[in-house]
């Protein structure tokens, strides 16, 4: 499968701790961009990078969230201090390098903070 | 904050059916693109339609564009049990800015 991978698929965890998704795009996409996603609701952009530059940053993805693309290929979400209200569908998405190009999107991780 | 919002929340039809929703948004665009998503999964990329265009077909889809009037419709044709999904327009150039979603259930 030549898609959008994400890993894991859910993660339920304590409030106050750490967590990390990992997203594998389309290896011939040069943008990787992550949105999260709550019940209801369309998803809501949080970041992107163009090849493993971080290019923009949603005012949603507070101090305790970071992202990486070190090397230009696959890219992590880390969450700090976990809070309920994190609790969400974290979706990533590639695209080739022309803007305004369709986004091909993974299955997302659900995560779930108790 | 999102700039795309569709119109009707929830849509129940027969298969065979058409399904048509609608989405308005604020300030102007470049392109205007149609997702879908099945229940708890991602979202699979319908249609693009530019700012130029007023019209769009792809297979059983058919979207429309109104600058003027910000707004757009997708309207699904002959309607099947695979069409039962969220359907989100999604507006800006690189972010893309989704609507709540349109939830359509095809009745069999």
């Known amino acids: 499968d030549t898609g959008v991978s994400q890993d894991p698929r859910h993660k339920i965890t304590k409030r106050g701790q750490n967590v990390t998704f990992r997203c594998d795009p389309i290896?011939?996409?040069?943008?990787l961009y992550w949105y999260r996603q709550t019940l209801g609701q369309g998803p809501e952009f949080l970041t992107y990078?163009?090849?493993?530059?971080?290019?923009?940053k949603s005012r949603l993805l507070s101090d305790r969230f970071s992202a990486e693309r070190p090397k230009g290929s696959f890219s992590t979400l880390e969450i700090q201090r976990t809070e309920q209200g994190d609790s969400a569908m974290y979706l990533c998405?590639?695209?080739?390098?022309?803007?305004?190009?369709?986004?091909?999107f993974g299955p997302g991780t659900r995560l779930t903070v108790l | 904050s999102q700039q795309g919002e569709e119109d009707p929340q929830a849509l129940s039809i027969q298969e065979g059916e058409n399904a048509t929703m609608n989405c308005s948004y604020k300030t102007s665009i470049n392109n205007l693109q149609w997702y879908r998503q099945n229940s708890g999964r991602g979202l699979v990329h319908l249609i693009l339609i530019r700012s130029n265009e007023r019209e769009k077909h792809s297979g059983r889809l058919r979207v429309t564009l109104d600058t003027s009037k910000k707004s757009s419709s997708l309207l699904i044709t002959a309607s099947r049990a695979a069409d039962t999904a969220s359907y989100f327009c999604a507006t800006e150039w690189v972010k893309l800015s989704f609507g709540a979603g349109t939830t359509v259930t095809v009745r069999a």
């Open positions: 998405a590639s695209s080739p390098d022309l803007a305004g190009d369709e986004q091909f």
């Open positions: 990078f163009q090849n493993e530059a971080q290019l923009e």
């Open positions: 290896s011939e996409h040069n943008r």
